[in-house]
């Protein structure tokens, strides 16, 4: 079993505001990553946080981390039909070099 | 600045044949990695490499070998597909707290 945990899916509605959530398991973190990935493609590196931060904003984009509660979500503002993708966050596991662990991934559903 | 680059992007295979994977990437990136994405199943690692010259198991390795060529290059190998097989594979590479950049995939089936 994955050991970065998250829904599996999420509908809303075009300018609604979107929350996306995933918990992991490594309090020792640097960094977080959130990426996207669009149908048919590969996945894209969204945004990233790291673990000394406990916010972070970008244009319509924030990333919120709650290191007590090892929690880490991810708002989109003003949904658009063309955020509709599979969301995967990431961390690196402890003592794996450049190595990262992937959620599940969230699939984003935005009807017009 | 091209990134990562897999090839082919789609390739329909019988039981029993074997190919593989090419995988470049041009970021002078010491990690590669080779995922396969399933329905439900999310990424799961089946080879990484850490550096170049050294090679080691993820999750799903069974079916499958690579090979480090140098380091921009990293191939997966299937030698006796079989239909468990059909899946889509990334090829990623990562350095130094950089997060990873991904291939576009290759889409594989296996009939």
């Known amino acids: 079993g994955e050991d970065v945990e998250q829904s599996l899916f999420l509908s809303v509605r075009e300018g609604d505001s979107s929350v996306i959530n995933c918990t992991y398991t490594?309090?020792?973190?640097?960094?977080l990553y959130w990426y996207k990935q669009e149908p048919g493609a590969g996945l894209q590196l969204l945004t990233y946080i790291f673990s000394n931060m406990d916010m972070k904003q970008d244009q319509r984009l924030t990333v919120l981390l709650n290191k007590k509660d090892k929690h880490l979500s991810l708002r989109i503002a003003d949904t658009q039909t063309g955020d509709s993708a599979i969301y995967f966050c990431?961390?690196?596991?402890?003592?794996?070099?450049?190595?990262?662990?992937f959620g599940g991934g969230t699939r984003l559903m935005v009807k017009p | 600045n091209a990134g990562v680059t897999q090839t082919p992007k789609f390739q329909v295979l019988k039981t029993g044949q074997s190919m593989t994977l090419q995988c470049a990437q041009d970021?002078?990136?010491?990690?590669m990695y080779w995922y396969r994405q399933d329905p439900g199943m999310g990424l799961r690692l089946i080879y990484y490499?850490?550096?170049?010259?050294?090679?080691d198991k993820g999750e799903v390795p069974n079916g499958y070998n690579v090979s480090r060529l140098n380091k921009r290059e990293f191939s997966l190998r299937l030698e006796s597909a079989a239909p468990s097989q059909t899946s889509v594979y990334f090829c990623?590479?990562?350095?130094?707290?950089?997060?990873?950049?991904f291939g576009s995939g290759t889409r594989l089936t296996v009939v």
């Open positions: 990623a590479s990562s350095d130094r707290g950089d997060g990873y950049t």
């Open positions: 990431a961390e690196p596991p402890p003592n794996a070099g450049n190595m990262l662990t």
């Open positions: 490499s850490a550096s170049e010259g050294t090679t």
């Open positions: 970021m002078n990136h010491n990690s």
């Open positions: 490594d309090s020792s973190s640097t960094y």
